[in-house]
């Protein structure tokens, strides 16, 4: 079982069909289909099943995926944290961020760790927080600034910083909020939950509008199209401009501070961004380390 197969195998997850795979992987369709077929010889059941004119995974197959996706990030993940162990300053960092602190959080950070550590090689992905967490649990990411963590992936919270959820609109928008239209981030997205949450405590079910990205909500926010849930850290700029205006909520600001989150054994250069967000950064920027609770003394 090579890692190459698990590749082509998860490239077909990914793209839906051995065509569309053998393209993303720059390889001929007949390729894909040999490794496919020597994988599930290996595996001895049925990976895929034809549906339509694509491929979807079989039960066995969605199961064996899970193990694919962790058996290929912890062989990456093996190469970063040995080369890290000879010299952690000129690692790899694989960072990932949720789409908010991407944009606006991330950036200054990253500037600071480079200034402090200009030798390590570093890769960001941003997106929504549900693929940024699986990605981290997989193995695939180092370092990830996210809200909560996912329970039962064994993601460790190493330090937070303070950050809240208000609602905003442009300052001519003074529609009441049961009867406003609500403009929602995509599906995955942690700040789409928290406003279904409010909804379901503030008992409205007002009309919505989804849109692809971080910044088209803000935007639509600021033309007057309607109102917003969002964190005080993305919409900063635009208060202090008067281009959005606070609009009372009861249970707003929600406090959703945001998580350095790290695997249980982080590697050697992810120890270093996580002491430098806490010791190396001041003011706005700087995280607060997580106390990890004492373990109770075995009773002899």
Known sequence: MTPARLQSFLAIVDAGSARAAAAQLHVTES????????????????????????????????????????ILGLLDESVVAARSGVAPEAGRLRVGATT??????????????????????????????????????????????????????????????????VVVGAPGYDVDLDSATWLLREAGSGTRASTVALFEALGIDPPTLSLGSHGAVISAAGLGLGVTLCSTDAVAWYLENGELAVRHAEGTPMVRPWHLLTGGTPTPTAHLFVDHVVDGVDGDLAFTRTRRPRRKASKK
């Open 100 to 165: 908010t602190a991407g944009e606006h959080l991330l950036p200054s950070l990253l500037a600071t760790f480079r200034a402090a550590y200009p030798d390590v090689d570093i890769t960001l992905d941003v997106g929504v927080r549900d693929h940024i967490l699986n990605r981290l649990a997989d193995h695939h990411l180092d370092v990830v600034v996210a809200g909560r963590p996912l329970p039962g992936r064994g993601l460790v919270a190493r330090a937070t910083r303070p950050n809240s959820l």
């Open 31 to 70: 390729a894909v289909s040999a490794s496919l077929a020597a994988l599930q010889q290996e595996v001895g059941v049925a990976l895929f099943e034809r549906r339509g004119r694509g491929l979807g995974l079989t039960e066995g197959g969605v199961v064996f995926a899970t193990y694919a996706r962790q």
